[in-house]
């Protein structure tokens, strides 16, 4: 099995980066599908982005082109780089992993996740 520990989370303002880490136990990790979800106030779960084992990305139209999401398998760790951050980025993020995702569908979808962090709190004001 995997645990996962996010961190990196944080109080900034608007225009500022933050970079998220997932660190996972598993001696797997390697082999498994991961992604990030995000939850603001008041909202469901959402898809943020998702990278498979072989390093193919996949991104929410609302963070592309400002979020990058990476993976250090040697270092069993899982990557959020968010740029130009906005107060609609505001929420609880979340590292997610699953042993086998195979349509855009069940890669978009929380409850589809096997293992799941603790989150981690980013605050962005204007």
């Known amino acids: 099995q995997v645990q996962l520990v996010e961190s990196g989370g944080g109080l900034v303002q608007a225009g500022v980066s933050l970079r998220l880490s997932c660190a996972a136990s598993?001696?797997?990790?390697?082999?498994?599908?991961m992604g990030w979800f995000r939850q603001a106030p008041g909202k469901d779960r959402e898809f943020v982005a998702a990278i498979r084992s072989s390093g193919s990305t996949y991104y929410a139209e609302s963070v592309k082109g400002r979020f990058t999401i990476s993976r250090d398998n040697a270092k069993n760790t899982l990557y959020l780089q968010m740029n130009s951050l906005k107060p609609e980025d505001t929420a609880v993020y979340y590292c997610?992993?699953?042993?086998?995702?195979?349509?855009?569908?069940?890669?978009?979808?929380?409850?589809?996740?096997?293992?799941w962090g603790q989150g981690t709190q980013v605050t962005v004001s204007s």
């Open positions: 598993g001696r797997t990790f390697s082999n498994y599908f």
């Open positions: 997610a992993g699953r042993r086998m995702i195979t349509t855009e569908t069940m890669m978009r979808t929380s409850a589809l996740y096997e293992y």
